[in-house]
């Protein structure tokens, strides 16, 4: 027999991308013709088997809740298409991906509300979905890339975005402090020295020339000093870095959440105003 609670991946599609398209129809109707809605679209792609997504969508979801934005989580990569990003000022991504796991070890989505098999999940990063993202950076989108972003070793387009050379695998799990904030850019200015607790920390070798510093991690044991935080432009748009977020340690810091909510705002050419006081508290 049917399960009557479950509905079709691909009507649940059609369902979905119909509904935003007429909404966003109907915005642009009422502003009195075609154009792009007057919302702010915040895409995010996050979580896999190692990259805790309810950690980080909790946390997004925390930071910029007063910010009067539309954030979208996405359950899977080929729900973003290219009508979806094309109508996003954002993204925020925490994906990795690597030949030998093209399928960042993550869960296949099913609309069922008890799941028993799941679909196979998708693979990431696509030539499509990297095309996507440069091509959207360019006319003027925004990209957060956190984390395990930086590891898509195959993906030289989007690494070339990042303006990374080479990105470099992170050691153990360990103490970590993020060091030499730049006290002339508005994502860290006034921001001291601080510890996130244990972390991975990822190292790249940069392109000369291709971004702007904003902070380095580093840790003791065994000693690494990588650059952690930096930014770019890209056409119209604008790219930021942000390397620690592998545990809940940089979720619990104050500083770290701060730079969250100014990356997002400078991503999208906004002003930078401060964070409001009950972003921390509201998690504890």
Request: proline share 8%; hydrophobic share 40%.
């Amino acid at each position: 027999m049917a399960n009557s609670f479950v509905s079709s991946r691909r009507a649940v599609m059609r369902s979905a991308l119909g509904g935003l398209a007429g909404a966003a129809a109907a915005r642009a109707q009422q502003r009195g013709g075609a154009g792009r809605p007057q919302e702010t679209r915040v895409l995010f792609l996050v979580g896999d088997y190692y990259h805790n997504g309810a950690m980080q969508e909790y946390a997004w979801r925390k930071v910029l809740k007063s910010a009067g934005w539309r954030l979208m989580f996405a359950q899977a990569p080929s729900f973003i298409t290219p009508e979806v990003m094309g109508r996003t000022d954002l993204y925020v991504l925490c994906r990795y991906a690597t030949s030998t796991q093209p399928e960042n070890i993550s869960l296949g989505w099913s609309p069922d509300r008890i799941v028993e098999e799941r679909p196979a999940p998708d693979v990431f990063m696509t030539p499509e979905h990297e095309a996507m993202i440069i091509r959207n950076v360019r006319r003027g989108m925004g990209l957060v890339a956190v984390h395990c972003s930086i590891w898509n070793p195959e993906s030289r387009d989007f690494l070339d975005l990042l303006g990374v050379e080479k990105p470099v695998m992170h050691g153990p799990v360990v103490n970590t402090r993020i060091v030499d904030l730049n006290p002339d850019h508005p994502i860290t200015q006034g921001l001291a020295p601080f510890g996130i607790g244990i972390d991975e920390v990822f190292d790249a070798v940069m392109k000369p020339g291709r971004h702007v510093p904003l902070f380095r991690a580093v840790q003791e044991q065994p000693k690494r000093n990588a650059i952690s935080g930096w930014c770019r432009e890209e056409g119209e748009g604008r790219v930021v870095a942000l390397l620690p977020g592998h545990t809940t340690g940089p979720y619990g810091s104050r500083e770290f959440l701060t730079i969250l909510w100014r990356s997002a705002h400078w991503a999208l050419r906004r002003d930078v105003p401060p964070m409001p006081q009950d972003v921390f508290t509201a998690r504890s």
